[in-house]
């Protein structure tokens, strides 16, 4: 069973919002209590929290459909629902939130670091908080939104100082171990090691972690080997660590080749994820020290011996080590410690550079009104040789969603809402006329009615006869997904006839054609625009 899960699969919902209630206070002796229901509780929200305690994804592997509590509907005499309680999920630190499609959602840095991956529907407000002097008792309430759906790929990079890089049985595990309390799976066979191992290690005064990952083999940018496949947990490092085993017995191996296709293959992992972040300092342009380990072994001593002189021509310090007699761990401690002091100085004065004096304005008060923002947008589609105007937007499409469209109040309180937004001004600036058909929302769950711009809300158009209401009978009116299905249809319908025309007239039935007629009538002829001059 595996336990340590470093990339997985996450489905997160938010709750639902609970919708608001339609009540009004009855009372004996005291007519005329008017609206008291209560509003709908927000939904929870889904949020990744960093915990120290946390050191796997392997929860999500096994849980990978996360939702959120919805909120809870209002009820009578004011009494509001309560809000659904926020999911939190821990996660590991380092762990990198990305969208299907590989962008960077979130770095999760830092103990407590947080990402709502899924935010929770807002509560629908009751009739009481609808109430206004024009609408005094109304006989509706908003409806509660649905919670945000989000699947995201969860990618965990371990924090560590140090990386250790090597050839499968190089003895990085035996080093991390001799240098830490960290006790890795240790074998004489190869890849013995199959996940990332972390290790604390102290020097002097300094304290730094060292991550040991599954061994490299040539072709390990070309999915080769277990290496590759965990190289992510290096990309946070300061500095990296080549083992090289000088006691190697393998035909055609030795520690100058083993350096070379170990650069290389760090070369091409840098390729790869160079998109992902470009401000990141690429592996093969981190420092490096090189470690020439198993010394112990006279012919292996003798190597590193002979090779020592090479290495430190290109650059490389060079390290001989022995992790079975611990020769030379102090000294590798020591020169890890001064690569991590350096990189920390760095970064704190990275940070000091970028730190500024934040200074606060308020917002003019025209602005915070919104009325210089672009609320909504509103294009012209056509659709079977007639005119669709599809309207986006945050708050238009939170409004359908909110409106209980078997009601006839709220209808005309939602057109009330977008006459204030300016959406009917708008569509006859753009030309519509009435009867139009206006789709508001994405085409797979939007909303689609035929516009009628004289349409008012309001307890003014309530008729019937005296102690009756008519809004509490019973009325039968097509829901949002039936008006949207006889829309396309009546499209395709409209298609089909035009096509079966434009067929007859290609088989001699007709004279003219249905695009040039559509045209003509478009563009006048040069004589009725005489006429009309």
């Not at 945000?148 to 100082?161: C, G, R």
């Amino acid at each position: 069973m595996a336990s340590f899960v470093d990339r997985v699969v996450v489905h997160a919902t938010g709750g639902n919002g609970g919708h608001g209630c339609v009540s009004v206070k009855r009372e004996k002796f005291k007519p005329l209590g008017g609206p008291d229901g209560g509003n709908g509780g927000d939904g929870g929200s889904v949020i990744l929290r960093v915990d120290g305690q946390s050191t796997t994804l392997l929860g999500f592997h096994h849980a990978p459909h996360q939702k959120a509590p919805n909120g809870e509907p209002g009820k009578g005499d004011m009494r509001h629902g309560f809000k659904g309680q926020d999911l939190v999920l821990s996660v590991p630190d380092g762990t990198v939130v990305k969208d299907r499609e590989g962008n960077v959602l979130a770095d999760l840095l830092g103990e407590g670091s947080e990402y709502v991956l899924a935010a929770g529907g807002m509560g629908g407000r009751g009739n009481a908080a609808l109430a206004s002097p024009k609408r005094k008792a109304p006989g509706f309430a908003l409806l509660g939104t649905p919670g945000e759906e989000q699947e995201v790929e969860l990618e965990l990079k371990s924090i560590a100082d140090i990386a250790l890089v090597g050839f499968p049985s190089a003895g990085k595990s035996s080093l991390i171990a001799a240098m830490s309390a960290a006790r890795p799976k240790i074998a004489d066979y190869p890849f013995t090691t199959l996940v990332p191992n972390l290790g604390v290690v102290q020097a002097g005064d300094t304290r730094f972690t060292v991550a040991d990952v599954p061994g490299l083999i040539p072709g390990a940018s070309e999915g080769k080997g277990l290496g590759l496949e965990f190289l992510r947990h290096v990309e946070r490092c300061a500095a990296l660590v080549h083992v090289i085993d000088c006691a190697t017995l393998e035909p055609g191996r030795d520690p100058l080749t083993d350096l070379d296709a170990l650069e290389e293959e760090l070369a091409h992992y840098a390729e790869a994820v160079r998109d992902e972040d470009p401000t990141a300092v690429p592996l093969t342009e981190r420092p490096r020290l090189v470690v020439l380990n198993k010394v112990d072994v006279p012919d292996a001593r003798e190597l590193a011996n002979f090779i020592r002189p090479e290495l430190e021509q290109r650059g490389y310090p060079v390290f001989e080590v022995s992790t079975a007699s611990h020769e030379g761990l102090r000294e590798l401690g020591f020169a890890m410690a001064a690569l991590v002091s350096e990189a920390r100085e760095q970064e704190e004065r990275r940070a000091e550079e970028q730190r500024t004096v934040t200074v606060l304005q308020p917002e003019p008060a025209r602005r915070r009104r919104g009325r210089d923002r672009r609320e909504f947008v509103i294009t012209r589609e056509d659709r079977a040789e007639e005119p669709l105007y599809h309207v986006r937007g945050e708050k238009p499409e939170r409004w359908v969603l909110q409106t209980d469209f078997n009601n006839d109040e709220a209808v005309g309180y939602l057109a009330d809402r977008f006459a204030k937004l300016g959406i009917e001004d708008e569509l006859f600036r753009i030309g519509a006329k009435p009867g139009n058909a206006v789709l508001i929302g994405p085409e797979e769950n939007g909303v689609v009615f035929d516009w009628e711009p004289t349409m008012v809300g309001g307890a003014e158009l309530l008729g019937g006869p005296r102690g009756t209401d008519l809004r509490m009978e019973e009325t039968s009116r097509p829901t949002r997904r039936e008006k949207r299905e006889q829309f396309y249809d009546r499209m395709d319908a409209k298609s089909e006839a035009r096509a079966e025309l434009e067929n007859e007239r290609r088989a001699g039935i007709w004279t003219e054609s249905v695009d040039e007629a559509r045209s003509r009538r478009q563009t006048p002829s040069t004589e009725e625009e005489t006429h009309g001059e």
